[in-house]
């Protein structure tokens, strides 16, 4: 530091004792002052995080040694390395913080598919893509090209019915079949449109004489009378609405002659309104991201902003049943553990309605429940780590050691397991941009991922033997068994962090 700078002092700024380097023997503070020198102010910032000096590289370089950090460390050499506790927390969050670039999930929409039932009794279902797209291609008027829509959306309901309706997502791909040929319909409508000139009151003409010519149709062939359209194939906004009104006024009907201590009835009438309402918001939203996608030309969609500017569309997912026969609900049939307090139940009430909604969110957007989880897996390693040396401890019970002695191991262990994971993450980083351009690195990035895993048992078996110095035999079984514990718990941890993650994001 230059004189200019700041003068260097004679005496410490903070104690005032007589300088005689640096540093100030008494207290140990800096003669620098970092408020006048900005320079040296970041690297006290560098300094207090990172510790960017040699003790960070000779730590990393020891690291690759198995055991070599830890026992030195526990040896008493501690000024050459990075303190056990400040690595773990570094590796681990650069660790995870690479992943969300590293890791990617597709959200885009997937190829939808069309299905059909076999014809047999057994309500299987087949999926096919070409027919009807082919079929779509070759109409040359637009009354075909509705008669052909009316009659694949009328096989779709059908093989969509015999589907029990309490088995979540079931039905997910015969709605997605129906929104697809909704959508090529209406495209080869619009290339006929442009094809013949016609007009926009043209084409609604032509659709209302085609759907006019399939009621005579249908009245016909059922002898005068035509089958009741369902409110989840509902063809217009006006028919999703008249619909529900229908449904509507009969269980108001019934609900308004039931007696008042008839609760069980009640709840079932109820439970049908709601579902009534809900599938009519579903398929008022279905028609208008139709119409949206329809109008709105080649724009790639997203199903979460979708979601969120038309409303919902997937109407099986709103119901689902927890350990009964009724549907749960947080008001009508809410989870109740009779032993718990009020508060409890009504948490976890709470918890599972987040749960619900997030599971819909994570079927449009996957990523929101990537991120999630990536976020929380430092926590609950974190957590593992004093579990870990708990297991340490109970394996080498009489070996001397005290229970620190075995955290320094166990987070110089987890170090090494998040140093992994970040090298495994920025080989798929390469990946990703090298593999597109050259499909041999795709090979090359899966070999090394897969041999750095499989060194991973082996380095902490390696280390465990150079840090507690037993013999093979005897390392293997203590190891074999701490490994089966820890497994377990890293299991449960997972799972409860899956779940947690789902209620929390």
């Known amino acids: 530091m230059s004189q200019s700078d700041h003068a260097v002092p004679s005496h410490c700024e903070n104690c005032h004792e007589p300088l005689h380097g640096h540093y100030c023997h008494a207290c140990g503070q800096s003669v620098i ?4 020198h900005a320079g040296h102010a970041l690297e006290e910032v560098l300094e207090s995080f990172w510790h960017l000096d040699g003790r960070i590289f000779r730590t990393l370089r020891d690291l690759m040694s198995p055991g070599r950090v830890a026992a030195n460390y526990l040896a008493g050499h501690r000024a050459r390395y990075v303190a056990p506790l400040r690595l773990f927390v570094i590796l681990s969050v650069l660790s995870f913080f690479v992943a969300q670039f590293a890791i990617r999930v597709e959200t885009g929409s997937p190829a939808t598919p069309v299905v059909q039932t076999d014809g047999d009794d057994d309500g299987d279902v087949i999926v096919r893509t070409e027919k009807d797209d082919r079929k779509l291609q070759k109409a040359d008027s637009i009354a075909e090209v509705e008669k052909i829509r009316a009659e694949t959306l009328q096989e779709l309901a059908q093989a969509r019915e015999t589907i029990p309706a309490v088995v979540p997502g079931a039905r997910k791909g015969l709605d997605a079949a129906m929104q ?36 005579d149709q249908a009245r016909i062939e059922a002898g005068g009378t035509a089958k009741k359209p369902m409110l989840e194939t509902a063809p217009t906004l006006a028919d999703v609405e008249r619909l529900r ?27 049908e309104i709601r579902a009534a309402n809900l599938a009519a918001g579903c398929r008022a939203a279905q028609l208008q991201i139709e119409h949206a996608t329809a109008t709105e030309g080649p724009r790639k969609r997203n199903a979460s902003d979708d979601a969120r500017a038309y409303g919902e569309t997937d109407c099986d997912s709103v119901d689902f049943n927890l350990f009964g026969t009724e549907p749960w609900d947080e008001e009508t049939n809410p989870l109740r553990i009779d032993s718990a307090p009020d508060f409890v139940n009504r948490w976890i009430n709470r918890q599972i309605a987040h749960g ?10 996957p990523s929101l429940y990537f991120r ?11 957590l593992l780590v004093p579990v870990f040396a708990l297991l340490l401890k109970l394996a080498y019970l009489g070996s001397g050691r005290v229970y620190l002695e075995h955290l320094v191991v166990a987070l110089y262990s987890h170090a090494y397991m998040c140093l992994v994971m970040l090298a495994f993450f920025l080989v798929l980083v390469l990946d990703h941009a090298i593999a597109p351009k050259w499909a041999g690195f795709g090979w090359i990035s899966g070999l090394i991922g897969t041999l ?15 840090v507690y110095g037993n013999g093979w035999p005897v390392t293997v079984l203590r190891y074999l068994v701490i490994g089966t514990c820890y497994f377990m718990l890293l299991s449960f941890a997972a799972a409860v962090l899956a779940i947690a993650s789902f209620v929390r994001m």
């Open 245 to 271: 009104d229908e449904k509507l006024k009969v269980r108001q009907e019934r609900l308004a002659k039931l007696p008042a201590d008839a609760a069980t009835a009640r709840k079932v009438e109820l439970r």
């Open 452 to 466: 750095l895993w499989l060194w991973l048992p082996v380095y902490l078996l390696l280390m465990q033997k150079r």
């Open 180 to 215: 697809a040929i909704n959508r090529k319909a209406d495209q080869r409508v619009a290339e006929l449109s442009k094809k013949q000139g016609l007009s926009a009151a043209q084409v609604e003409a032509a659709k209302a004489e085609a759907a006019a010519a399939r009621k």
């Open 372 to 382: 999630a989880l990536v976020g929380a897996i430092p926590s609950a390693l974190f």
């Open 33 to 36: 002052n970092p408020v006048r």
């Open 356 to 365: 619900r909604e997030n599971v819909a969110r994570t079927q449009k957007d």
